[in-house]
């Protein structure tokens, strides 16, 4: 794809963000299936619901800029998503498990928080309010998720310290 407009580039960063969550529905179950803490688990299962609406909205941003949803591979959350799945091979205590599952899921929210805040930006600088609109919701769901697992995080940290 080349890339000569702000036009372009949202398109391009759409299409990364399209294929990262497509990779997330992929992970979450896995991650889910792992976590010891029931609310760690119930946590994973809501935010898969949760990713599959964000694709939802992804796809509609895509017709609202007349173009058909495509996947750019998304590196980053290969990346990312390739570190959890360590977590998942390594030989750790299940409270400590909790813990490090929790560490990548804040990794893969703060990338798709960075994502999309740039593309919420770029379409409103554009004109592209619908799109705007629909990126901040999505934005604004994806930090909520973050401090979720953060207040998860606070509990499932204690128990791995008293479980050494």
Known sequence: MTMHTLDDLLLHEIQDLYDAEHQLTEALPKMAKAAKSTELRKAFDAHLKQTQEHIKRLEQAFGHLGAKPKRKPCKAMQGLLKEGEDVLNEDMDEDVRDAALIASAQRVEHYEIAGYGTIRTFAYVLGHHDVATAMQQTLDEEE???????????KVNMKAVTEA
């Open 144 to 154: 909520q998720t973050d401090k979720m697992l953060t207040q998860i995080a606070n």
